[in-house]
């Protein structure tokens, strides 16, 4: 019975993602930006929660230019330098040349769940950055940072904080910021299966996304390509991340809502 079940269920999430790419083909999510920002905490984030959206924005005619700024280099067990080679090989199969990865190794921005970062600190280094490479838009991760991992909620707070800053000195600034929405924990590990999720919420309960908002959904194609730059962390390929990257929501999707800043 229970493997009637699964089968049903798989096939209606097939059915349902295959719906969703083909419905969204000619017109498919997308952010206008020529100098796009994913800011990340460590190595691997970029796969594991970014891939639907780093893809979206380096496929077809995209003239988008990604750049990969990770604030740590996820040294808490001592690979730091392991995992920084891993990062850089990691985004080169997504499409994004090393000259736009940048894996940071600061005193006040090391790896570990105990560690607390600056969002003063983390603001500056995007305020570099960012005239640097002349970003146009950031996009982070949550004040849950889909774990509840302190390093990405510091992240989101940076940047933030940088955001404020900048648009209390512009009134007219023009950068934008996106957070990865964070969901509940039964909706993590149901793939593809979410968008069923998705689709009852939007009938039943009439939510639309706002304007500003952006839903990323891979490609089978994408999918695959973000498994292969996942291979690429050789180091962190545990059993339990060859499941996460069968069975994460975010290895297929990706909601990024606005984050519209407010005085500081």
């Known amino acids: 019975m229970w493997t009637s079940v ?8 097939i059915l349902v993602y295959t719906y969703h790419v083909l419905a969204n083909f000619q017109q498919p999510s997308t952010i206008k930006s020529k ?6 905490a460590h190595p691997d984030d970029e796969c594991m929660f970014f891939g639907p959206t780093i893809t979206a924005l380096r496929s077809g005619s995209s003239k988008t230019r990604v750049h990969v700024l ?3 280099t996820g040294n808490a067990d001592g690979l730091g330098m392991t995992r920084k080679k891993e990062l850089t090989r990691s985004c080169q199969v997504m499409g994004i040349p090393p000259s736009n990865v ?5 005193e006040g921005l090391q790896d570990g769940m105990k560690n607390t970062w600056s969002p003063t600190l983390i603001a500056d280094i995007l305020k570099d950055y960012v005239s640097k490479h002349k970003i146009d838009t950031i996009i982070t991760f949550d004040d849950y940072g889909v774990s509840g991992h302190p390093n990405h909620v510091a992240a989101y707070n940076g940047a933030k904080h940088f955001i404020q ?3 209390c000195k512009n009134e007219n600034n023009k950068i934008k910021l996106f957070k990865l929405s964070s969901i509940l924990l039964p909706r993590k590990y149901i793939g593809i299966g979410d968008l069923i999720y998705m689709a009852i919420e939007q009938r039943l309960f009439g939510h639309k996304q706002d304007n500003e908002d952006i839903v990323f959904v891979s490609s089978p194609i994408n999918y695959l390509v973000t498994h292969k730059a996942m291979r690429r962390h050789d180091s962190q390929l545990v059993w339990f991340r060859w499941l996460y990257v069968t069975f994460s929501r975010y290895m297929f999707v990706n909601q990024l ?3 519209i800043p407010s005085p500081v």
Do not use: Y
């Open 6 to 13: 699964l089968s049903i269920s798989l096939l209606a999430s």
């Open 35 to 40: 100098q796009v920002l994913i800011l990340t």
């Open 70 to 72: 990770c604030l740590s």
């Open 102 to 106: 940048k894996a940071l190794d600061h």
């Open 165 to 167: 800053k900048e648009s």
């Open 257 to 259: 809502v606005a984050v």
